[in-house]
C-alpha cells in the first residue's frame, strides 16, 4: 500500500517500495505459491486488486503498509476479496538516522502509520484483519537508504516472520479440507453423546465431504486381496513395529499369533483399497455388531491397517469420533502428526496425564518403534485382534481437540505440554505421559468445563498459535488452555 501522490515528490520511493514487496513475496514463496499485484496507492488500483484476488482464488492476502496509504485506498480490495486479510507492518530499520534523515527517507520506514486508520475502517465496515508488527529482516541496506535495514537477526524480524509463516501454514488447512473425502465406516459408539455430530454442519463449517461406508465394502474388497500382498503387508509391518512377546502384566495382552498377523495384515491391504476406491482423505470408523458374526472378525483386524493409513496422511479415528478425525487431519496436514488420544490415567507422583487409545497411532511421531500386542478381547467392544502399545516422542506436544457446543457450532480447545519418559502400563495401548503447565487436577477442570469431546488429536511441537490461527481462518471458536 502506498499514497500516489508521493512518488512525484520523492523520487525512488515508489521503487524502493516495490523492492520491499519483491523481498516479502521471495520469503513467502519458500512456504505457498505466491500472487504479487504489486502496488496500490488509490482507490481504483484497490477495487482493481480485490477482482484479481478473486481470479487467483487466493487463500490468504498480506498487505504490506509500506508507507502512509489512506484507508479508502485499501478498503476496496477486501470488500471485493473476501479471503481473510493481515496486515504487514514490517518496518525496514531498527531505528532512524535522525540526523541525517529526510522526509523521503521517513516514509520509507513509516509502515505503521496507516495501520490504525486501516483497523478503525475494517473494524466499522465489519471485515476481519490481523496484524503482524516487526522488522523487514532484510539482509542489505538498499543503496538509496541513509540507515542501517540489515535487521534479520533481531528478534523482532525473527518473530514476525515466525508468525508470517504460520498464518501461510495455516491458511493451508481450510484450503486442503474444502477438496476432502472424509469415510464414515459403521456408526458411532453407541451412547457416545460428545461424539455424535450433525454430518451437515461439519461439512458447512469445515468443508469436508462426507462419505457413508458400510462394512460390507470393506469385506467384498477383503475377498480381493492375494496372498502376495498379504505377504508385502507383513514385511511392511515388520519394518516398521516391534512384535511383542506376552505382556508380563495383563493376560488379556500376549505375542500376536501367526493367524492374528496375516489377517491384520489381510484387512490392512483391503484397507488400502478402501482408501483408493473412494478416495479417501481420512476415515472414521466403528462396527460394534453381533457376537461372533464375520464382521466382528472383519473389526477386529482393523488397528494394524489403520495405524499405517495414519502415519502416510490418512488419519483414522475410532469409535466413529468424526470430529476427532478432523482434528488428525488438521495435525497432520501442518506436519505435526496427530495421533488419537484420550484421558487413560493420571500419575499424581509425577503430575502426568497418560493419553492415549487402543488405537489407531501416528507411528511417524512415535518414541521408538511402536509394539504389536495380540489382544484376547477388545474392552468395551466385540471381538479381538492385534493392538498397538506405544508412546509420542518425549519433548513438547499440543493436544487438538475438536468439539461441538450446544448451538452446534464447531469449538477448538488447544493446550500445550511435555511428553515425558514416565512409565507406562504394558496392555497393548498406546500412552503418552504428559506433563501440562499447571497440576493435573488444575488443568483438568479447565478443560472439561470447555465441554471438551472426549478425545483429542496430540501433535508433537508447541503448536498453540499455529492451531490458533487456523481457528481463525476458518471462523471457529477457539481456546487455548
Given at each position: 500500500?502506498?499514497?500516489?501522490?508521493?512518488?512525484?515528490?520523492?523520487?525512488?520511493?515508489?521503487?524502493?517500495?516495490?523492492?520491499?514487496?519483491?523481498?516479502?513475496?521471495?520469503?513467502?514463496?519458500?512456504?505457498?505459491?505466491?500472487?504479487?499485484?504489486?502496488?496500490?496507492?488509490?482507490?481504483?488500483?484497490?477495487?482493481?486488486?480485490?477482482?484479481?484476488?478473486?481470479?487467483?482464488?487466493?487463500?490468504?492476502?498480506?498487505?504490506?503498509?509500506?508507507?502512509?496509504?489512506?484507508?479508502?485506498?485499501?478498503?476496496?480490495?477486501?470488500?471485493?476479496?473476501?479471503?481473510?486479510?493481515?496486515?504487514?507492518?514490517?518496518?525496514?530499520?531498527?531505528?532512524?538516522?535522525?540526523?541525517?534523515?529526510?522526509?523521503?527517507?521517513?516514509?520509507?520506514?513509516?509502515?505503521?502509520?496507516?495501520?490504525?486508520?486501516?483497523?478503525?475502517?475494517?473494524?466499522?465496515?465489519?471485515?476481519?484483519?490481523?496484524?503482524?508488527?516487526?522488522?523487514?529482516?532484510?539482509?542489505?541496506?538498499?543503496d538509496i537508504s541513509l540507515t542501517n535495514e540489515i535487521t534479520y537477526e533481531r528478534t523482532e524480524a525473527i518473530s514476525a516472520w515466525k508468525?508470517?509463516?504460520?498464518?501461510?501454514?495455516?491458511?493451508?488447512?481450510?484450503?486442503?479440507?474444502?477438496?476432502?473425502?472424509?469415510?464414515?465406516?459403521?456408526?458411532?459408539?453407541?451412547?457416545?453423546?460428545?461424539?455424535?455430530?450433525?454430518?451437515?454442519?461439519?461439512?458447512?463449517?469445515?468443508?469436508?465431504?462426507?462419505?457413508?461406508?458400510?462394512?460390507?465394502?470393506?469385506?467384498?474388497?477383503?475377498?480381493?486381496?492375494?496372498?502376495?500382498?498379504?505377504?508385502?503387508?507383513?514385511?511392511?509391518?515388520?519394518?516398521?513395529?516391534?512384535?511383542?512377546?506376552?505382556?508380563?502384566?495383563?493376560?488379556?495382552?500376549?505375542?500376536?499369533?501367526?493367524?492374528?498377523?496375516?489377517?491384520?495384515?489381510?484387512?490392512?491391504?483391503?484397507?488400502?483399497?478402501?482408501?483408493?476406491?473412494?478416495?479417501?482423505?481420512?476415515?472414521?470408523?466403528?462396527?460394534?455388531?453381533?457376537?461372533?458374526?464375520?464382521?466382528?472378525?472383519?473389526?477386529?483386524?482393523?488397528?494394524?491397517?489403520?495405524?499405517?493409513?495414519?502415519?502416510?496422511?490418512?488419519?483414522?479415528?475410532?469409535?466413529?469420533?468424526?470430529?476427532?478425525?478432523?482434528?488428525?487431519?488438521?495435525?497432520?496436514?501442518?506436519?505435526?502428526?496427530?495421533?488419537?488420544?484420550?484421558?487413560?490415567?493420571?500419575?499424581?507422583?509425577?503430575?502426568?496425564?497418560?493419553?492415549?487409545?487402543?488405537?489407531?497411532?501416528?507411528?511417524?511421531?512415535?518414541?521408538?518403534?511402536?509394539?504389536?500386542?495380540?489382544?484376547?478381547?477388545?474392552?468395551?467392544?466385540?471381538?479381538?485382534?492385534?493392538?498397538?502399545?506405544?508412546?509420542?516422542?518425549?519433548?513438547?506436544?499440543?493436544?487438538?481437540?475438536?468439539?461441538?457446543?450446544?448451538?452446534?457450532?464447531?469449538?477448538?480447545?488447544?493446550?500445550?505440554?511435555?511428553?515425558?519418559?514416565?512409565?507406562?502400563?504394558?496392555?497393548?495401548?498406546?500412552?503418552?505421559?504428559?506433563?501440562?503447565?499447571?497440576?493435573?487436577?488444575?488443568?483438568?477442570?479447565?478443560?472439561?468445563?470447555?465441554?471438551?469431546?472426549?478425545?483429542?488429536?496430540?501433535?508433537?511441537?508447541?503448536?498453540?498459535?499455529?492451531?490458533?490461527?487456523?481457528?481463525?481462518?476458518?471462523?471457529?471458536?477457539?481456546?487455548?488452555?
Open positions: 500500500m502506498g499514497l500516489k501522490a508521493y512518488w512525484e515528490q520523492f523520487p525512488g520511493l515508489r521503487d524502493r517500495l516495490l523492492a520491499y514487496g519483491r523481498f516479502i513475496e521471495g520469503k513467502l514463496s519458500d512456504w505457498a505459491e505466491v500472487m504479487n499485484f504489486g502496488l496500490v496507492d488509490t482507490e481504483g488500483e484497490g477495487r482493481k486488486a480485490g477482482e484479481w484476488f478473486n481470479a487467483n482464488q487466493v487463500d490468504l492476502v498480506f498487505c504490506h503498509a509500506a508507507t502512509y496509504s489512506t484507508s479508502s485506498t485499501v478498503l476496496p480490495v477486501h470488500q471485493i476479496c473476501k479471503s481473510p486479510v493481515v496486515f504487514l507492518n514490517l518496518q525496514p530499520t531498527e531505528r532512524m538516522n535522525y540526523e541525517s534523515s529526510t522526509t523521503g527517507e521517513w516514509l520509507a520506514h513509516c509502515g505503521a502509520c496507516p495501520v490504525p486508520e486501516f483497523a478503525n475502517a475494517f473494524a466499522r465496515a465489519g471485515l476481519p484483519f490481523q496484524v503482524v508488527n516487526g522488522l523487514l529482516g532484510l539482509d542489505y541496506s538498499p508468525e508470517i509463516e504460520e498464518w501461510v501454514k495455516a491458511a493451508s488447512v481450510p484450503r486442503n479440507l474444502r477438496y476432502s473425502r472424509f469415510g464414515f465406516l459403521g456408526n458411532t459408539y453407541s451412547g457416545m453423546l460428545d461424539m455424535y455430530s450433525d454430518f451437515t454442519m461439519v461439512q458447512a463449517q469445515s468443508g469436508i465431504h462426507l462419505e457413508m461406508l458400510e462394512m460390507c465394502d470393506l469385506d467384498r474388497l477383503v475377498q480381493e486381496v492375494t496372498p502376495q500382498e498379504v505377504k508385502a503387508k507383513l514385511e511392511e509391518v515388520h519394518e516398521m513395529f516391534e512384535i511383542s512377546g506376552d505382556s508380563p502384566s495383563d493376560p488379556i495382552a500376549r505375542r500376536p499369533t501367526k493367524e492374528q498377523m496375516e489377517w491384520s495384515c489381510k484387512v490392512a491391504a483391503a484397507q488400502e483399497r478402501l482408501v483408493r476406491a473412494y478416495d479417501l482423505d481420512a476415515l472414521t470408523y466403528y462396527y460394534h455388531g453381533a457376537p461372533g458374526g464375520h464382521y466382528e472378525e472383519l473389526q477386529g483386524g482393523f488397528i494394524v491397517g489403520h495405524s499405517l493409513l495414519t502415519a502416510r496422511g490418512i488419519p483414522c479415528s475410532g469409535e466413529g469420533d468424526l470430529k476427532t478425525a478432523l482434528a488428525m487431519k488438521i495435525c497432520d496436514l501442518l506436519g505435526t502428526g496427530g495421533s488419537f488420544s484420550e484421558i487413560v490415567v493420571v500419575d499424581y507422583v509425577d503430575e502426568t496425564i497418560i493419553l492415549g487409545h487402543d488405537g489407531p497411532f501416528h507411528i511417524a511421531i512415535s518414541q521408538g518403534k511402536p509394539i504389536l500386542r495380540g489382544m484376547g478381547l477388545y474392552h468395551g467392544k466385540q471381538g479381538s485382534g492385534v493392538s498397538v502399545e506405544a508412546k509420542v516422542k518425549t519433548g513438547p506436544i499440543t493436544t487438538l481437540n475438536v468439539t461441538q457446543t450446544g448451538d452446534g457450532k464447531l469449538k477448538l480447545i488447544i493446550s500445550e505440554g511435555e511428553s515425558t519418559n514416565g512409565p507406562i502400563m504394558r496392555i497393548g495401548n498406546t500412552q503418552t505421559p504428559v506433563k501440562f503447565k499447571e497440576h493435573p487436577d488444575a488443568y483438568m477442570k479447565r478443560w472439561f468445563m470447555e465441554a471438551p469431546t472426549h478425545h483429542c488429536a496430540m501433535a508433537i511441537g508447541h503448536q498453540a498459535r499455529l492451531f490458533e490461527k487456523v481457528g481463525c481462518l476458518m471462523n471457529m471458536n477457539t481456546v487455548i488452555l
